[in-house]
């Protein structure tokens, strides 16, 4: 009999949860991490590219200054590539990942960033 009456109570336990749960999903959706940080007054990341000289003839660029990393786009939007900084040198990489081209930095350029 106690068996019987710690089950019962057990399925109904469970089953309540599962009920309050289905009804947090009512209510209005709560903005996720990307829309608050648009609209944060939190001041956004800023990286000098104007070391980057290189750029793939016809591509898009995307500037990524949270990785100091500039992303190569076709026209059509696909991936090209991108460079990123590393020591006193940037480094370009194709679309899959291979260098393609290392710009050496002066020394005088290395220690502003």
Partial sequence: MRRILTSTLAVFALTGTAVAQDADGDGPKKPDMH??????????????FSRFTYRPPGDKVIEQPDAFRLLFRTRDGQPDGYAERRGNAV???????????????????????
């Fill in 35 to 48: 829309e608050l940080y648009r609209s944060s007054s939190l001041p956004k990341s800023h990286a000098d």
């Fill in 91 to 113: 480094i370009y990489y194709d679309r899959y990942g291979k260098v393609t081209h290392v710009q050496p930095l002066p020394e005088d350029d290395t220690a502003s960033n």
